[in-house]
């Protein structure tokens, strides 16, 4: 049976990994059930997508009772389950916020990885620690943690394993805000709320620039021709009008 469930609170969508007795590490079979949910989000009315733990953690990642390096097929098992699952929610046109208390480590740091944001508890501590059992580091955190974090503290963290607590992930540019452990879910559930009321089908747009745009000026043209669109939907004259009427826009993804 599957851990992982899938929500949906009016305009957002909520993924809880659900296995807290083994800290919502993901078994081959959740990593399946984890693209079926994505794809789900994807082909809703969904306009955000929060992805949290169950149990006060968050993922730890592949589960190892499923993990046989003598005879597990690791390249079947990155490339047909986890990659697909990590691809899916990367590209998923909505804003992703991931939110993260516990453990959040290896492909459990991918997954938050993947998302557009990561908010954490005061009690997260997050890493890829996987040279404690000889494995090499996977689920794209070579380049994100690159892209992120500069090549000296990607490596850092790669080949010393250290888990970084909120403060540091914080500093470190890993995360983008850490809230108090009272309350953590709820707390994150109303930015992902706050987000998801936004004009999201701009949101879609800036994520396809933010991740594609190779340099400023692919950047500059992406902007012109994507603006062209958002001023022929309703958000953009929505947002006009409730600016000049003085009062809140009502956005509607469109």
């Not at 659900?18 to 079926?36: C, F, I, S, V, Y």
């Not at 998923?92 to 740091?109: K, M, N, Q, Y």
């Not at 794209?140 to 540091?168: K, N």
């Given at each position: 049976?599957?851990?992982?469930?899938?929500?949906?609170?009016?305009?957002?969508?909520?993924?809880?990994?659900?296995?807290?007795?083994?800290?919502?590490?993901?078994?081959?079979?959740?990593?399946?059930?984890?693209?079926?949910?994505?794809?789900?989000?994807?082909?809703?009315?969904?306009?955000?997508?929060?992805?949290?733990?169950?149990?006060?953690?968050?993922?730890?990642?592949?589960?190892?009772?499923?993990?046989?390096?003598?005879?597990?097929?690791?390249?079947?098992?990155?490339?047909?389950?986890?990659?697909p699952a990590l691809r899916a929610l990367r590209d998923l046109p909505v804003p992703t916020i991931?939110?993260?208390?516990?453990?959040?480590?290896?492909?459990?740091?991918?997954?938050?990885?993947?998302?557009?944001?990561?908010?954490t508890s005061d009690t997260a501590r997050l890493g890829a620690p996987y040279a404690a059992i000889?494995?090499?580091?996977?689920a794209g955190l070579h380049v994100f943690l690159r892209d992120t974090l500069g090549y000296q503290?990607?490596?850092?963290?790669?080949?010393?394993?250290?888990?970084?607590?909120?403060?540091?992930?914080?500093?470190?540019?890993?995360?983008?805000?850490?809230?108090?452990?009272?309350?953590?879910?709820?707390?994150?559930?109303?930015?992902?709320?706050?987000?998801?009321?936004?004009?999201?089908?701009?949101?879609?747009?800036?994520?396809?620039?933010?991740?594609?745009?190779?340099?400023?000026?692919?950047?500059?043209?992406?902007?012109?021709?994507?603006?062209?669109?958002?001023?022929?939907?309703?958000?953009?004259?929505?947002?006009?009008?409730?600016?000049?009427?003085?009062?809140?826009?009502?956005?509607?993804?469109?």
């Amino acid at each position: 049976m599957s851990s992982i469930e899938l929500e949906f609170r009016g305009g957002l969508a909520e993924i809880v990994l659900n296995r807290p007795g083994r800290k919502n590490a993901l078994r081959r079979e959740d990593w399946h059930a984890l693209r079926q949910a994505i794809d789900s989000v994807a082909a809703s009315d969904a306009r955000a997508l929060l992805v949290r733990g169950a149990g006060g953690d968050f993922c730890a990642g592949f589960d190892l009772g499923d993990v046989r390096p003598e005879t597990t097929d690791a390249f079947a098992e990155i490339d047909q389950r986890v990659n697909p699952a990590l691809r899916a929610l990367r590209d998923l046109p909505v804003p992703t916020i991931a939110a993260a208390e516990g453990v959040c480590v290896g492909g459990g740091l991918g997954i938050a990885a993947a998302c557009d944001l990561l908010v954490t508890s005061d009690t997260a501590r997050l890493g890829a620690p996987y040279a404690a059992i000889g494995f090499l580091c996977d689920a794209g955190l070579h380049v994100f943690l690159r892209d992120t974090l500069g090549y000296q503290r990607a490596a850092w963290l790669i080949f010393t394993g250290r888990l970084l607590t909120a403060p540091e992930a914080m500093a470190f540019g890993l995360s983008c805000a850490a809230l108090p452990a009272e309350g953590f879910v709820e707390k994150a559930r109303a930015l992902a709320q706050e987000v998801a009321a936004g004009p999201t089908s701009a949101f879609s747009f800036s994520k396809r620039i933010m991740r594609t745009a190779a340099d400023p000026d692919a950047g500059l043209d992406a902007e012109a021709l994507f603006q062209a669109q958002i001023f022929s939907g309703e958000d953009a004259a929505e947002g006009v009008e409730a600016f000049l009427g003085g009062r809140r826009p009502r956005f509607v993804g469109r």
